[in-house]
C-alpha cells in the first residue's frame, strides 16, 4: 500500500491549511490512520489519529485547532488545521494501518507511512 500525502505549504500564524493522504495499492480494508509531524531536532510526534468507524485522538497542543477526517470510500484522509501557530512547523506523515492483497493474491496486514508534505507557518 503506497500513502501520498499534500496540502503542506507556507501560511501566516493563524491561518489553515489542509492535508490530505491518498492510499493506493491492492488494498482490502484500511483500518486506523493517523498523521505524525516531525519539527527539526526533534522527535516525530503523533498529532491524530482515526479509527475505520470515525473515532478520533488528538495530541493536547492541537486539540481545538486541528480536525482529523477520512473517507473510507476514498481511502483518503484529511488534517484540517486551523488558527496555525509557528509551533506546528513541521513535515506531516501520514500513517496506516492496512490490509491488503500481496502479489500472490494473500492478504497481508502492514502499516505504512507517506512520504512526508512540510508545513512551514511563519509570517
Known amino acids: 500500500v503506497q500513502l501520498q500525502a499534500s496540502g503542506g505549504g507556507l501560511v501566516q500564524p493563524g491561518g489553515s491549511l489542509r492535508l490530505s493522504c491518498a492510499a493506493s495499492g491492492n488494498i482490502i480494508r484500511i483500518d486506523d490512520m493517523g498523521w505524525y509531524r516531525q519539527a527539526p531536532g526533534k522527535q516525530r510526534e503523533l498529532v491524530a489519529t482515526i479509527s475505520r468507524g470515525g473515532s478520533t485522538n488528538y495530541a493536547d497542543s492541537v486539540k481545538g485547532r486541528f480536525t482529523i477526517s477520512r473517507d473510507n470510500a476514498k481511502n483518503t484522509m484529511y488534517l484540517q488545521m486551523n488558527s496555525l501557530e509557528p509551533e506546528d512547523t513541521a513535515v506531516y506523515y501520514c500513517?496506516?494501518?492496512?490490509?491488503?492483497?500481496?502479489?500472490?493474491?494473500?492478504?497481508?496486514?502492514?502499516?505504512?507511512w507517506g512520504q512526508g508534505t512540510q508545513v512551514t507557518v511563519s509570517s
Open positions: 500513517n496506516a494501518n492496512c490490509l491488503s492483497y500481496n502479489s500472490y493474491e494473500e492478504p497481508v496486514a502492514s502499516r505504512s
